[in-house]
């Protein structure tokens, strides 16, 4: 079992920066594919960013590149996810997750977390 406890969630104007962090328990955490995923009111959850188990490998959405970056501290047990220039669309509720495949669908992972919020204004 693995608990995951997202962070860092809040109130931005558009054009600024938030870094959301997920706390996970357990000792195999490094043994763990991480994702971020997000959900706006009315609408599908989404796929925003994973990285291996190493740190090695990331992949981001489309609308994410180049504006968010997803990175790991095996030894602390958390992986982050930097946005930056944010925009009113990216007000969602971000959650992370863990699982064991390299995945960009959201039913491919085990765990996830409870969700933090993030509200972008204009």
């Known amino acids: 079992q693995v608990q995951l406890v997202e962070s860092g969630g809040g109130l931005v104007q558009a054009g600024g920066s938030l870094r959301l962090s997920c706390a996970a328990s357990g000792h195999t955490f490094s043994s763990y594919v991480m994702g971020w995923f997000r959900q706006a009111p009315g609408k599908e959850r989404e796929f925003v960013a994973v990285?291996?188990?190493?740190?090695?490998?990331?992949t981001y959405a489309d609308s994410m590149k180049g504006r968010f970056t997803i990175s790991r501290d095996n030894a602390k047990n958390t992986v982050y996810l930097q946005m930056n220039s944010l925009k009113p669309e990216d007000t969602a509720v971000y959650y992370c997750?863990?699982?064991?495949?390299?995945?960009?669908?959201?039913?491919?992972?085990?765990?996830w977390g409870q969700g933090t919020e993030v509200t972008v204004s204009s």
């Open positions: 990285i291996s188990g190493s740190g090695g490998s990331t």
């Open positions: 997750a863990a699982g064991s495949m390299y995945a960009s669908k959201y039913d491919l992972y085990d765990y």
